[in-house]
């Protein structure tokens, strides 16, 4: 039995353990073969224990990667209990409802022993840009999505399982990619199992869930002391997603009592059969994540902060979608969670939220033919304006609630036979307010591919657009174009050589009144050219003749 | 006093202005120290080398070189005190600068701030041309563009100029004409083009690296021609010389044109100490610990050479986080920064537990034992209450310390809240940022793919030594050299750095389609204009040397292993087979001792080549101390009780003063060393011993793991 800890060694102790949890997706990163990992930087790494609870994660890392993880072991180990695990065995999966919701999204979880004992798990999660099949805009079910990797180990006692490896590769496009990925995490667990297993030696750990109960705990009365101090009660307010044939109304209510509160998402339409679905454990991490963030955003993250949480969705609903149903950009709804509760959240604690953001996340896939006469497939990612805050714009062009970073264009034109013509910040794209909304961005490619070059899109915010808070106006809408023609915001297309496809971003809400907007603030964005003139008297009833 | 030549190596700090001289046909050293003169930095340096000549019976005439470094590039940056800036880029692109990255440095603060460009959008410009990734012209650089461009520059107010086109590292011709146009159209404003100053891919970075650049190159102009002029008029002939951010020294000219390559001078030449420092103890691959009052810093030395790294970031806006300040590709010796130092408050945090830092109280009111009415508790706090620190002997007795003032702090904002003693949330203080400063080591040793524990520690700074045994211990290094003079080790490193001066070139090759020719070629070419960089130095141009370093991959990855070339590889005579073969075989090698393991079957390619021109280090060697008598007791201060941690309680613990150890003098730890700037803690279960260049060496043994 360990010594009772002090406050102390228990400080050393933490954020050793994060400390250890960076060093592991440092590792997998430099390693990676893929940009979406290295560039975009999208997946996470954590540390659970013995009971499968997450303690301890890698500092950058995508929000529902986070929230999931835990509940993505717990639906493995009910393949492989516990009892079935040796040393150097690694799971894997991309089961839409047991992970992260869509299959693009690949776990795999290592456990670590000390001796003959188990005392925890490392685990991780990565996008994969190709999971095979024919993800589209119009699939009606998940078999059309791609590959459904059941729970499998696919490294036995350390040994690759060579079954699992082929069957990925003769269903991947780019398996030199993915597979490249898998193997930079199995280099990542070993740190982290050497790293863990050196740390309890060298602290006199024998009983690695004393450490775990204490995290835990303290990481729960931090939340529960920030939800004391909220008045109780019950609020509510929805947001519309553009969807497919019809609008999709997407309801919250926030109830709060004492130090709990819960998030229901009932009065939200059904699931529908296109693949903008979420599954339950998205739903659950991107709500617990917003609340993280606007409830206690500094200590650290673990499942003890979500212990006072709880988040009820309605089975066969949007936000909670049985199988089979289609999941692949269930971004496109599981993105408006945070705005939702924020818009809720600002009837109580308005300080304490951002205005909507230019989000669910852009992206645009390219399919075609290399230089080198490959096939490629290719994503790209593109950030719409951040909502303002009460005392601060939205900054211009930033990730959320995703956190992915772009690829620089210097980069994409290497990889891909592509000219990007302009990229660009959209004027009077940030919602007006006494806090403007950060702006969109304007994207234009040309293909330079003597053979066709396709690109898939799935868009939201081109009919509905970023809300404001408390008086600050909606931001701009996002636009999609082909040679300067509108076209559909969730299509497949083909560019022949020298067509130019163009995306607008939509722009952050304001935030506050844009009548109360400081005028120096808003000469220096005319002068900027992030405001027009003309929308400046528009807009903001500001006279510019006087003062310029 | 003397007729030999002296080369003077000048610092500039936040309050003092370092000063070392040294004979180098004798290895004596002496040091001068003159308060900062912030208004005009350059006066405090005239002053200081007018002191330390004088006082030491040296003519002008005799110095042969100066050589300088300083925090003005850094400073300009951080407060905005560039000069007015605009940006010249590609049409479509002139917001990439304030697009940035996309992602947010923090995952959970709602209230994110993001850095603001130097060059605001009303001062961004565009032209029509376009250059494609393999560097071919897509579209020419249209005069009529140009022309337009050209008319509304004049209509702005800017002192510089920035050019940045997309793919201008691959293909630089379109920004050397506007280039050649600006400045015929603006001969009294400077311009500034991101082929020359960086040509590296990454359109966000290398932007922001040429603006930075333009940004601060006037104000550093002005301020090497006004000190060039002073020196002149003081009877040093001789041109000055500049102190870079990756450890070599060039001629005042190439720094003037370069200037972003000085963002951080200071630090480096602490880096080149530490690296002489460590070649006399005969040691090569060491960690140079600089601990002062806000930040710790730490950076890597391998077989006697700085790791380096041509990714920095410079004004982090927040906490120190990576990805929140402005981006800089530049040749630096690779340095991570955390807000650690002895000015770090402590706070508990609202996990119950102690956080240190990363915020510091800043020299007014300063730590609450300064006396000057700080509530905060710091690390310097802790340090006293654990007898580390002596309240009378602080900066050689020139300011007391407060112990109550310390102990009242502690007891108010960590011992009650947590229900300590005072001396247990003050162990917990100095343990935890400890932590913090061992574990930032340890992860950046794995970032350059090192492992810390094979590294010895050198701590420099005046609150380096204080914790570095400790951190040693947790990073279970062999041992810990402590110099002499900590406190003024950049100055020193100024001294014993090499005339150098470094091309990055980027260039993605397979590693079967490498083209030993045009390799030659380029090479050849790059060298050339090193030496003639370095030559305006006045030393013999056959003394410099060459080295090669091929960022490798496998293909597909991103990230690069850091490949050393024998140029002799690429002699004539030598088939691109041999060239394959020896790159191949030391990627695998570095490759495997980094992530331990290799892809088989995956094909490799060299992304850029990395090219030094170098002097020799300089022949160094300050002069051996004389033998003591060996007699350890008449160093002896006194005792006073020190805290031990693995005993979790006070001991009596001898207190040694520094200037009076000798060569040969060993003894067991517990034990103080205290010198003027800086007090040096040996633990228990160590031993201590002085070398011959009075450097203290603590060496640790560590139970079989």
Redesign the interface.
């Known amino acids: 039995m360990t010594k009772r800890l002090s406050p102390i060694q228990l400080g050393i102790v933490w954020q050793r353990l994060t400390g250890l949890m960076d060093e592991v997706a440092q590792t997998f990163v430099r390693t990676s073969f893929s940009v979406v990992v290295r560039e975009n930087w999208d997946l996470a790494c954590s540390l659970m224990d013995a009971d499968g609870r997450q303690f301890a994660q890698s500092s950058r890392s995508i929000p529902s990667f986070i929230g999931t993880m835990p509940r993505t072991l717990q639906g493995m180990l009910q393949r492989y209990p516990r009892e079935t695990l040796e040393p150097g065995d690694v799971l894997i999966s991309n089961d839409p409802w047991l992970g992260t919701g869509h299959l693009n999204d690949i776990t795999m979880v290592q456990p670590i022993f000390r001796g003959d004992s188990l005392v925890g798990y490392v685990g991780s999660t990565f996008h994969s840009v190709d999971i095979g099949g024919a993800p589209s805009v119009t699939a009606k079910d998940a078999f059309e999505e791609g590959l459904c990797i059941p729970v499998a180990k696919i490294r036995r006692r350390g040994e690759e399982n060579e079954d699992v490896i082929a069957f990925l590769r003769e269903n991947l496009r780019e398996p030199d990619e993915t597979l490249g990925d898998i193997r930079a995490q199995f280099a990542s667990y070993v740190l982290a199992a050497n790293r863990l297993l050196q740390l309890m030696q060298e602290e006199g750990i024998e009983d690695l869930t004393e450490i775990t109960d204490e995290i835990l705990d303290r990481s729960e009365r931090s939340m529960r002391g920030t939800i004391e101090g909220i008045p109780d009660g019950e609020f509510s307010d929805s947001v519309t997603a553009d969807g497919f044939d019809t609008e999709l109304t997407i309801r919250c209510t926030v109830r709060k009592t004492g130090s709990e509160i819960e998030v229901d998402y009932a009065g939200t339409a059904a699931q529908v059969p296109w693949p903008v679905n979420c599954v339950m454990n998205f739903t659950f991490a991107y709500s617990a994540y917003a609340l993280k963030c606007a409830l206690d955003p500094a200590a650290p993250n673990n499942d003890g902060c979500f212990r006072p949480i709880r988040i009820l969705a309605p089975e066969g609903s949007l936000v909670n979608a049985q199988r089979p149903a289609p999941v692949w950009a269930r971004h496109l709804s599981g993105h408006y969670l945070p705005f939702v509760i924020y818009r809720a959240l600002s009837q109580i604690v308005p300080e304490r939220v951002a205005a909507e953001s230019g989000s669910p996340l852009w992206n645009v896939y390219f399919k075609g033919v290399g230089r080198n006469d490959r096939k490629f497939v290719k994503m790209f990612f593109m950030s719409g304006g951040y909502g303002a805050r009460p005392g601060s714009d939205g900054p211009s062009t930033l990730s959320f609630p995703s956190n992915v970073a772009n690829t620089p264009i210097e980069q994409f034109e290497n990889a891909v036979p592509l000219i990007v013509t302009a990229k660009e910040l959209i004027p009077d794209s940030g919602g007006a307010g006494q806090f403007r909304g950060g702006l969109g961005q304007r994207l234009s490619f040309r293909s330079a591919s003597p053979q066709p070059l396709s690109f898939v899109i799935r868009h939201e915010r081109v009919k509905n657009p970023p809300g404001g808070l408390l008086g600050g106006l909606a931001g701009a809408k996002g636009v999609d174009l082909v040679n300067g023609e509108k076209i559909p915001a969730k299509t497949a297309m083909t560019l022949a050589a020298g067509d130019v496809v163009t995306f607008e971003t939509p722009g952050g809400g304001g935030m506050g009144p844009p009548d109360r907007r400081d005028r120096p603030a808003l000469l220096r964005d005319v002068a900027d050219g992030l405001v027009t003139a003309e929308a400046a008297r528009r807009v903001y009833g500001a006279d510019l003749a006087e003062g310029q | 006093m003397t007729q030999a030549q002296v080369t003077i190596g000048v610092d500039i700090g936040g309050t003092f202005t370092d000063l070392v001289m040294l004979e180098p046909e004798s290895g004596r050293l002496f040091n001068e120290k003159v308060l900062t003169t912030p208004d005009d930095p350059s006066r405090g340096v005239l002053e200081g080398i007018a002191l330390i000549l004088r006082g030491n019976g040296v003519a002008p005439a005799q110095v042969m070189r100066v050589i300088h470094g300083t925090t003005l590039v850094a400073n300009a940056l951080i407060e905005r005190k560039g000069v007015p800036t605009a940006l010249v880029t590609t049409?479509?692109?002139?917001?990439?600068i304030?697009?940035?990255?996309?992602?947010?440095?923090d995952?959970?603060?709602?209230?994110?701030?993001?850095v603001e460009p130097l060059v605001?959008?009303?001062l961004r410009f565009e032209v029509t041309e376009?250059v494609?990734?393999d560097g071919a012209v897509?579209a020419p650089l249209c005069d009529d563009s140009v022309e337009q461009l050209v008319a509304a520059l004049r209509g702005v107010e800017v002192e510089a100029i920035a050019v940045s086109l997309?793919?201008a590292?691959k293909n630089g011709a379109h920004e050397q004409r506007l280039r050649d146009r600006l400045a015929a159209a603006f001969p009294e404003r400077t311009i500034c083009i991101s082929s020359e100053v960086m040509p590296e891919?990454?359109?966000?970075e290398r932007t922001s690296t040429a603006i930075a650049n333009a940004y601060v190159q006037p104000i550093f102009r002005r301020y090497i021609l006004r000190l060039s002029q002073g020196l002149k008029a003081m009877g040093i002939a001789r041109d000055l010389f500049l102190m870079q951010s990756d450890g070599g020294t060039v001629h005042q000219s190439t720094a003037m044109d370069f200037p972003i390559r000085l963002v951080q001078s200071g630090p480096a030449g602490g880096v080149q100490a530490t690296t002489l420092i460590g070649r006399l103890a005969g040691e090569a691959d060491l960690l140079c610990f600089d601990m002062g009052g806000t930040t710790a810093k730490a950076c890597l030395i391998e077989g006697g050479e700085p790791t380096r790294s041509t990714d920095f970031e410079v004004a982090r806006m927040f906490r120190f986080k990576k990805g929140s300040g402005i981006p800089l590709k530049v040749p630096v010796v690779d340095m991570i920064e955390i807000g650690a130092g002895g000015g770090s408050i402590a706070r508990v945090?609202?996990?119950?537990?102690?956080?240190v830092g990363p915020d510091s109280s800043s020299a007014v009111p300063g730590p609450a034992c300064y006396g000057q009415g700080g509530a905060d508790p710091t690390v310097t706090d802790a340090d006293l209450l654990l007898g580390y620190l002596d309240p009378g002997s602080f900066l050689g007795g020139d300011m007391a310390l407060d112990r109550a003032a310390a102990a009242a702090a502690i007891e108010a904002r960590i011992a009650g809240p947590?229900g300590?003693s005072v001396t247990?949330a003050a162990?917990?203080i100095h343990?935890?940022v400890n932590?913090?400063m061992s574990?930032a080591a340890?992860?950046h040793a794995?970032?350059k793919g090192r492992r810390a524990d094979r590294f010895v520690m050198v701590p420099i700074g005046g609150a380096g030594p204080v914790h570095a045994c400790q951190v040693a211990r947790k990073l279970r290094m062999r041992s810990v050299i402590c110099p002499l003079g900590a406190g003024v080790a950049s100055a020193f490193g100024f001294l014993a750095s090499p005339m150098s001066f470094e091309f990055v070139q980027a260039s993605?090759s397979a590693l079967d389609g490498l083209d030993i020719a045009a390799l030659r070629r380029m090479f050849g070419e790059l060298e050339a204009k090193g030496r003639e960089l370095l030559s305006k130095a006045g030393i013999d141009a056959s003394a410099f040397g060459l080295r090669i370093q091929a960022s490798m991959r496998?293909q597909?990855?991103?990230?690069e292993v850091d490949v050393p070339l024998d140029p002799k590889a690429v002699a004539p005579g030598m088939q691109a087979e041999d060239l394959q073969a020896a790159l191949q075989a030391a990627f695998e090698g570095a490759y495997r001792a980094l992530?331990?393991?290799i892809?088989t079957g995956?094909a490799l390619e060299v992304v850029s080549w990395r090219l030094v021109v170098a002097s020799p280090y300089p022949d160094l060697v300050p002069q051996a101390a004389a033998a003591g008598d060996g007699d350890l007791a008449a160093a002896l201060k006194g005792r006073r009780p020190v805290y031990d941690g693995d005993a979790g309680d006070f001991v009596e613990t001898p207190v040694y003063d520094r200037y009076r150890l000798a060569e040969g003098m060993s003894w067991a730890g517990p034990a103080i060393v205290e010198e003027r700037e800086s007090t040096l803690v040996i633990p228990a279960g160590s031993r201590a011993r002085i070398d011959r260049f009075r450097n203290l060496i603590v060496d640790f043994s560590y139970p079989a793991?």
């Open positions: 049409a479509g692109f002139r917001d990439v304030e697009i940035g990255r996309e992602w947010r440095y995952t959970y603060d709602l209230f994110i701030g993001v605001r959008r009303a376009r494609g990734p897509l997309l793919h590292f891919i990454g359109e966000y945090n609202r996990m119950g537990l102690i956080q947590l300590l247990e162990w917990g343990e935890t932590e913090n574990q340890g992860i794995l970032e993605v496998y597909g990855q991103g990230y992530y331990g393991r892809e995956m793991a």
